[in-house]
């Protein structure tokens, strides 16, 4: 059966406007909603890197840490610019940037799965490695992340086993 629902919020409420427009930011959390009235545990985060300001990052975090609860499992993708798309042109988020978001979601939200989502392969295994001891304790794993690669499994086995922790089977 189903478990979890996946349903970001993506960004701030403050930046949502400037990226998305099919909708609006009340129809996400409406969703989670009813996700949680099924329910269904919730997988929700954002991500980062599109233009934001620090400060909206923080709001993103404590949107969801405000959350009542706040999601089960947080994935926080770091934005892979696509060639074709609005944000292709996007300068790249400052590496530590993004390990200080993965630091603020462990602090906020203690409890949850905070996942190193899409973007994980661009980031590389340093950076990877500093999102663990920051906090991150969960990834995405296999080839394929909605349209970018992940890295191999073979490569995310090898830096686990490098920084001493262990895989969990579901």
Known sequence: GLDYYNHNLDTAPEFYGDIITTRDYQDRLDTLGHV???GL???CGGIVGMGESRLQRAGLIAHLANLNP????VPINHLVAVEGTPLADQEPLDPLEFV???AVARITMPKARVRLSAGRRQLGEGVQALCFLAGANSIFYGDKLLVTGNPEVEEDRALLQRM???GKQF
Do not use: F, L, N, Q
């Open 36 to 38: 949680r009235e099924a």
């Open 41 to 43: 545990k919730v997988c």
């Open 164 to 166: 001493g922790m262990r």
């Open 70 to 73: 706040y999601p089960d499992s």
């Open 100 to 102: 200080r978001t993965i």
